[in-house]
């Protein structure tokens, strides 16, 4: 195998997983503070078409990557109110979030189908990629390094930081964390506004990097499989980063094996396989005696303040 | 709550009982023909997938346009092939539908089993090949490969790597039948032209079409065409700087230099005269196959960038097809193990094509 090859194939694996990996990451934080949003996919969806009509309209795609943010945190609003105010199923309501997410991205989405967009290249000068070695360290979109970093940020406040303490505590008991006096729902506001946040900027992954044009269902499901690997990684960040780039690798080498020309499994097996994986994980960490999923106790439940 | 469901029931019966005797007269007069005609379309894939879907609702908008207010049409997007789609498709004749379109292999079987329900109804199915022995059900398809054998001429004359990448949905006859005109045209060219195919097992999937892509032009192809919905292999192509071919509509503004031609589909022709032959009573179930001397499959415009002795050969198929005069699937054709299949001179007759399962020479899948 060639370097040119191994490169090649080392960055379309990290192009793959870091969607996954950004948005992961915002689901990991809403279901550490209690809320489960399966709104995800429909928040990618308008996080795509916003940062899609914005760079095409202003020919800024970092504007375009911000404003897809914006427009998807403001869909999680919605979901927020919905959830924690009129306190509404969170099981149902993720459901809507995606179906509206779907529509309202299909309505908003229409006169931009059949162009295309400046996108975000790399950061890093044009010496600094002129070998292979070089551009597997400094060639990818600046989202990979961002996902990289947000791995890390999200780490150091659940495990560092005061306010992340909070958060787990609201998550994991959130009678106890109002009874000392935490403000139970705010912080879970912020929480899914975050989500948010970063479904719309993996949203905008796609629009504007990966497959710069706009066309309906764009993300094609894989706003499911940032909430699954929510399950693998067990709310851990450092799981969420070995999960997505896990998952890129079992695309990436899939697609790879077959350009090869190895037929040596059927098509389809090799496509169930992702899935297979994630099974077979979540039933080894199920059998696992210690701490089992870890999953926060008070996930999915509504709250109500007594007293 | 039991009697008023009992209620509505019996209210329902009654009103079912009335619309059978209105019914059975308005039938009787079919072969006379109609004032207005109610058409229903049922497609796989969103509207803006600016690839299959898209030209069949191009082709809904140009019916209207040419019957005017003779016709009423609708559509459903996004219908899952397989049980969903037979919910879909019975309720669109329940509302009232003099024809339904349905627009995607996987909805044969439904449409079948929705036609036997149905029988004042009619129903169309793209790309299928069987009706089930229905009366009130035809089958309509176009022959793209002969665009194929276009694109298979141009990717060996411009290739330099002899190789060239194919993006396949699924292994069903008119996919196989499209990978073999491509690699049969090329090999007329260049008796070594190889076509690697990656099958990404679904219809639209713009990620993974584009991780495919990336994944063909790492191994060595420099010419990528897809089977598939969406402009993301053009895309990809044009980023590695190879070259590609539209899918079912001209896709040109997603990959200026990259993109050298499409195979565009243009089943307005078709409507048109279906819904015509329904408006004046003459509507037969039929089995058609047209290509590009009916209109139904075009190229689109070559692009510039083409060298000139490319674009005249592209051209002399695309005459020659029209004229009858060429014909892709003629022996001797060789399969993957290099046993001659069909015979010096010998054409496969179109029943054969539309059971194609097997490769020909050079294609590694």
């Known amino acids: 195998m060639s370097l040119d090859l191994l490169v090649a194939i080392l960055m379309t694996i990290a192009g793959a997983a870091t969607p996954l990996l950004i948005a992961g990451l915002g689901e990991l934080v809403v279901e550490k503070s209690g809320v489960l949003n399966l709104g995800v996919e429909g928040m990618m969806l308008i996080g795509a078409v916003t940062g899609f009509a914005v760079a095409t309209t202003t020919g800024f795609p970092v504007l375009g990557a911000f404003a897809a943010m914006v427009a998807a945190a403001l869909a999680s609003a919605i979901f927020a109110v919905l959830v924690l105010t009129l306190m509404a199923n969170q099981v149902a309501t993720g459901l809507a979030l995606t179906i509206f997410g779907t529509g309202v991205s299909a309505l908003i989405g229409a006169p931009f189908v059949g162009i295309t967009t400046p996108t975000l290249g790399t950061i890093f000068p044009d010496w600094l990629t002129s070998t292979p070695l070089l551009r597997l360290v400094f060639g990818h979109s600046p989202l990979v390094y961002l996902g990289l970093l947000l791995t890390l940020g999200v780490w150091w406040f659940l495990n560092r930081s005061r306010a992340g303490l909070i958060l787990r505590a609201v998550g994991e008991s959130d009678t106890a964390a109002h009874a000392i006096g935490y403000p139970v729902l705010k912080v879970r506001y912020l929480a899914i506004l975050f989500g948010g946040a970063m479904a719309g900027l993996a949203g905008s992954y796609y629009s504007l990097v990966l497959t710069p044009m706009w066309a309906e269902r764009l993300t094609a499901g894989r706003g499911w499989i940032a909430i699954a690997l929510v399950v693998f990684a067990s709310w851990r960040p450092g799981r969420m980063l070995a999960g997505a780039y896990l998952f890129g690798l079992v695309i990436t080498m899939e697609l790879q094996a077959k350009a090869a020309g190895f037929n040596m499994f059927a098509p389809e097996f090799l496509a169930a396989l992702p899935y297979i994986a994630t099974i077979a994980v979540l039933a080894i960490i199920s059998a696992a005696k210690r701490g089992s999923a870890n999953a926060p106790a008070c996930l999915g439940k509504s709250f109500r303040a007594t007293a | ?365």
């Not at chain 2, 044969?108 to 029988?119: E, R």
């Not at chain 2, 496969?348 to 539309?354: K, M, V």
């Open chain 2, 1 to 365: 709550m039991f009697a008023l469901s009992r209620r509505k029931l019996l209210a329902a019966g009654a009103a079912f009982g009335l619309a059978a005797t209105s019914i059975a007269p308005a039938f009787a007069q079919d072969g006379e023909g109609k004032d207005k005609v109610k058409a229903a379309f049922v497609y796989v894939g969103p509207v803006g997938d600016f690839g299959w879907t898209y030209a069949h609702d191009q082709a809904r908008k140009c019916l209207e346009k040419n019957l005017g207010d003779k016709v009423e049409t609708s559509y459903v997007e996004n219908v899952a092939e397989g049980p969903d789609a037979e919910r879909v498709i019975r309720q669109l004749a329940q509302d009232g539908n003099d024809i339904v379109f349905t627009t995607s292999f996987g909805f044969m079987n439904p449409t079948i089993k929705v036609a036997k329900q149905f029988p004042n109804v009619k129903f169309e199915h793209a790309t299928g090949y069987t009706t089930g022995g229905n009366d009130n059900m035809g089958l309509y398809n176009s022959k793209f490969y002969q665009g194929r054998a276009v694109l298979g001429t141009i990717a060996a004359m411009m290739s330099k790597t002899g190789k060239a990448g194919y993006v396949a949905s699924f292994p069903i006859p008119e996919v196989v039948m499209g990978i073999n005109a491509f690699e049969l045209a090329a090999k007329k060219v260049n008796p070594d032209f190889k076509t690697q195919v990656v099958w990404v097992n679904s219809w639209y999937d713009p990620a993974k079409e584009a991780d495919a892509t990336k994944a063909l032009l790492s191994q060595g192809a420099d010419v990528i065409t897809q089977h598939t919905d969406s402009p993301a292999p053009l895309q990809a192509a044009e980023e590695a700087g190879a070259i590609a071919f539209g899918q079912a509509w001209n896709m040109e503004s997603f990959a200026p230099n990259a993109h050298m031609t499409a195979i565009v589909d243009q089943w307005c022709p078709y409507y048109t005269k279906r819904v015509q032959a329904l408006l004046d009573g003459t509507w037969k179930a039929d089995n058609v196959w047209l290509g590009m001397a009916e209109g139904e499959v075009e190229m689109a415009p070559f692009n510039d960038k083409m060298p000139a002795d490319v674009k005249a050969a592209a051209q002399k198929i695309v005459d020659e097809t029209k004229a009858g005069t060429y014909e892709v699937f003629t022996g001797p054709i060789k399969d993957q193990s290099g046993e001659v299949k069909i015979p010096e001179g010998e054409k496969i007759p179109d029943e054969d094509l539309l059971k194609m399962d097997w490769y020909v020479e050079g294609v590694q899948s």
